[in-house]
């Protein structure tokens, strides 16, 4: 046993007995909740205890101190791990700490190059000289024939253009519906019909086969 381990040993066996059970509380608290720390110690001591043990063996030396090291490195593994699980829970993935991956920019899209087309300077063209416009001729106007205007006696006459004569007021029209139709002035749709037919009164237009608007 290592001198500093002894004199320690010795120290505690010469305090009073409540002073070993606070003592011994006291540690027994401290290998608790530190737990798995221990027991990753007493992996590392487990490891190298390991090693040499093989390596005084291929020396063919004495290597009973690193055999009891080791095993008790191995017992003390398994004791506080059992610890650690019991009171902290099973190790899982989550509670190892997590690696930050390094961000990948997405790699800048170059712009495409643009030929430019060779500026063609056009050259202006040529103003052409105006051709003389010859002045129209004035034209004498030739006289329009006039139709015969029927008289008021006949009865019917044949429209000039859309208009009836003042001694023929009544327009008579036929429809799409085919329907003789003659309206009288002042009545809603005279100014807005095309004349087919003139009447002097109502009495020829309904013998000619029209019937009055209904407005």
Not at 76 to 96: K, N, S
Not at 103 to 117: I, Q, Y
């Amino acid at each position: 046993m290592p001198e500093f381990l002894r004199r320690a040993w010795e120290w505690v066996r010469t305090l009073p007995n409540l002073q070993k059970a606070l003592l011994g509380a006291a540690g027994v608290v401290v290998l608790v909740v530190a737990s798995r720390a221990v027991a990753a110690i007493a992996a590392l001591v487990f490891i190298v205890a390991l090693v040499a043990f093989i390596v005084q063996l291929l020396r063919r030396a004495p290597a009973r101190s690193w055999a009891l090291a080791a095993g008790g490195a191995f017992v003390a593994v398994l004791l506080f791990g059992g610890i650690a699980d019991a009171v902290y829970g099973p190790a899982t993935i989550e509670d190892q700490p997590r690696v930050k991956e390094p961000v990948k920019e997405p790699p800048e899209e170059e712009e495409p190059m643009v030929e430019e087309e060779p500026v063609v300077e056009e050259e202006p063209p040529e103003e052409e000289e105006p051709e003389p416009v010859a002045e129209p001729e004035e034209a004498t106007p030739s006289p329009q024939p006039v139709a015969p205007r029927p008289s008021a006696g006949t009865g019917s006459s044949v429209p000039w253009g859309s208009e009836c004569p003042d001694d023929f007021p009544i327009k008579g029209n036929i429809n799409e519906r085919r329907e003789r139709i003659y309206h009288v002035p002042g009545g809603q749709f005279y100014a807005k019909t095309d004349a087919e037919r003139c009447f002097v009164t109502e009495s020829d237009a309904i013998e000619a086969g029209f019937r009055p608007s209904q407005r």
